[in-house]
């Protein structure tokens, strides 16, 4: 978890891509050093290793993802990302068991080893930081969800700022990061406690008959994980349009639904509990994955790994903690304390959550400013192009005009130009369609006398 709090402030300052593809590649040589080992001090170092290069993947991929993708997009992909974790642990078992039954134990490490290794060659090679890195617009400019501001509405270079800078200005400073933060560690502990206990109760409280059995019972987790992952990021980017807290919120009440139901249902009721345990992963991976998500959008872009990497910290530390509580509820006060405990940590992250209900959601336009620098740009053009037509007409040269917003009014030529200039959307950028009609431009620059 340290490694990647670590990895995202470094991300911030450096290359995604390099990260990523050198975290990668080091993990997959720590594996296969790791098959080569036979003494015990061997295997705590590269295990150790190991886990220092894993941290550095989380924080790249979410700065990849925010760059190239728009905020009604974003969670749709996110969540494909964010299915790696069921897919991965899914495949690579079967993978690492038949090199170990076909070529030996040390094999289920080399091989895989080999491929994390031209994995890491190919990001390298196919993946770029962002659009603008070769030469594309910034993409939510590109989907018309944000307009270019100038650069006195921007905040200021990341260059320009220390890595303690940024992470104190964008990152620890903002109250709904530890929000964020906070309710991360419940979710976590709620996944950790229904991951490793489930298939206990399932045999100690009870009764199903053996360990092969209840692990049928809890195999739903991992396939509703996927799926729940999936659907939350395209409910917020689809329904919501890109709000992100209210789908964590309604999730987790889903969570306390599904443990009640795990709870209620009788032993006897075998694809009853499996459903119970199905919906638990479908609600608990989304808001996992969410959180994430969320942090990564209420941050300057230049500070987006850096949240991600304190987030998923913290998740960890919840994750890392919750055996021994749990562990301590379960011995000494049974197993009504334990879903009692679950069902209060879930709603301790819903109420964190609450004060940023309103979070993503979009304020009405204000269409009586001008914003977007490429429109003084085409006015400039035909301005010019009015004023060399008043000249090769010999006609009388238009008097001087106040510099407003570029002397921008649309009649120096004559009425014919300004209304084909107004009223012929056809003649405008696509991405400036208020500005299609001559009222939609009176909005911005005035009710002048001179308007057709």
């Known amino acids: 978890g340290f490694s990647k709090l670590i990895a995202g402030v470094l991300t911030d300052r450096f290359s995604a891509r390099v990260f990523m593809a050198v975290g990668i590649a080091l993990t997959g040589v720590i594996n296969i050093l790791f098959g080569f080992q036979k003494a015990l001090w061997a295997f705590c170092i590269l295990w150790f290793l190991n886990g220092i290069f894993q941290g550095f993947g989380a924080p790249p991929c979410a700065k990849l993802l925010t760059n190239w993708y728009s905020k009604t997009e974003r969670g749709t992909w996110w969540g ?4 790696s974790h069921n897919t991965g642990g899914f495949l690579i078992p079967l993978l690492s068991g038949y090199c170990v039954r076909a070529f030996g134990w040390q094999y289920g490490m080399i091989v895989p080893g080999f491929i994390g290794i031209a994995m890491g060659a190919f990001l390298y090679d196919r993946i770029r930081d962002s659009p603008e ?8 400019v590109y989907r018309g969800e944000e307009l270019a501001t100038t650069d006195e509405g921007k905040p200021p270079d990341e260059k320009k700022l220390s890595v303690r800078e940024t992470l104190f200005k964008y990152v620890l400073s903002e109250p709904n990061v530890w929000l964020l933060a906070v309710s991360y560690f419940f979710v976590y502990f709620v996944r950790q406690g229904i991951s490793s206990w489930s298939h206990i109760y399932l045999l100690d409280a009870k009764g199903v008959a053996n360990a092969q059995e209840a692990a049928f019972r809890v195999s739903g987790m991992e396939v509703g994980g996927l799926l729940g992952s999936l659907c939350s990021g395209w409910t917020s980017d689809r ?11 309604f999730w987790l009440i889903g969570v306390i639904v599904c443990v009640a139901a795990l ?12 459903l119970a345990v199905f919906g638990i992963g479908f609600f608990i991976y989304g808001p ?14 230049s500070a987006v790994s850096s949240t991600i990497g304190l987030l998923g910290w913290i998740a960890y530390l919840g994750a890392s903690i919750a055996g021994y509580p749990l562990t301590t509820i379960v011995t000494q006060y049974g197993w009504n304390a334990y879903f009692i405990s679950l069902f209060g940590f879930a709603g301790t992250a819903i109420l964190l959550l609450l004060p940023m209900w309103r979070v ?18 085409f006015l400039d053009a035909r301005i010019a192009g009015a004023q060399a037509l008043s000249l090769t007409s010999n006609a009388a040269p238009q008097p001087p005009r106040s510099n407003s917003h570029a002397n921008s009014s649309m009649c120096l030529a004559s009425a014919a130009m300004a209304r084909a200039s107004c009223q012929d959307p056809v003649r405008w950028p696509s991405q400036f369609p208020h500005l299609a009609t001559s009222d939609g431009a009176r909005r911005h ?8």
Not at 135 to 140: F, K
Not at 239 to 249: N, Y
Not at 291 to 300: C, R, S
Request: overall charge positive; cysteine-free.
């Open 360 to 377: 993503g959601m979009k304020a009405r336009p204000d269409t009586t400013k001008v914003v977007v620098p490429e429109i003084d740009r």
């Open 288 to 301: 996992q994955m969410l959180v994430g998500l969320q942090g990564a959008e209420i941050v300057h872009k």
């Open 263 to 274: 709870r209620a249902v009788p032993v006897s009721w075998r694809y009853a509990n499996w």
């Open 239 to 249: 329904v919501l349009r890109g709000r992100r807290i209210p789908v964590i919120i």
């Open 80 to 83: 494909f990302w964010n299915t």
């Open 133 to 140: 890195s070769v030469g594309l617009p910034p993409v939510d």
């Open 445 to 452: 620059w005035g009710d002048r006398h001179d308007w057709v």
